[in-house]
Nanobody, 124 residues
C-alpha cells in the first residue's frame, strides 16, 4: 500500500495560483497512475486530473483545462497539481489518489490509495 500526503493548499484570491504536492511512500509509486480529485461541501467527489505512470498521458475535467497542470517526479515519489487562474468555484478539499495500474482513470472507485486532503479556498 502507498501512503499519500498532500500539501500546498490555502486561502487565495480569484486569479491567484497554487501548487499542490502529493508525497508518496512505498516502492510502487512509479508503477501507479495518479489522480487529483476534489470535494466541495455538499457535493460528490469530483475528478480533476490524472496522469499515467510514465507521465506522458494526462487527462483533465473540462472545467480546469488550460488552468491546471498535473505532473509527477517519480524520482521524488511526488505528484503535483499546478493551479492557475483560480476561481471561487475551485474551492474544495483536494485529494491525491493512486491506482495500481499504469493507465489513467477518471473514476474514484478505480483508485486504491488516498491522501487525507488539503483545503483550497478561493475568495472572489
Amino acid at each position: 500500500q502507498v501512503q499519500l500526503v498532500e500539501s500546498g493548499g490555502g486561502l487565495v484570491q480569484a486569479g491567484d495560483s497554487l501548487r499542490l504536492s502529493c508525497a508518496a511512500s512505498g516502492r510502487t509509486f512509479s508503477s501507479n497512475a495518479m489522480g487529483w480529485f476534489r470535494q466541495a461541501p455538499g457535493k460528490a467527489r469530483e475528478f480533476v486530473a490524472s496522469i499515467s505512470r510514465s507521465g506522458i498521458s494526462t487527462r483533465y475535467v473540462d472545467s480546469v483545462k488550460g488552468r491546471f497542470t498535473i505532473s509527477r517526479d517519480n524520482a521524488k515519489n511526488t505528484v503535483y497539481l499546478q493551479m492557475n487562474s483560480l476561481k471561487p468555484e475551485d474551492t474544495a478539499v483536494y485529494y491525491c489518489a493512486g491506482r495500481y495500474s499504469f493507465s489513467i482513470s477518471t473514476t474514484p472507485l478505480e483508485y486504491v490509495d488516498w491522501g487525507q486532503g488539503t483545503q483550497v479556498t478561493v475568495s472572489p
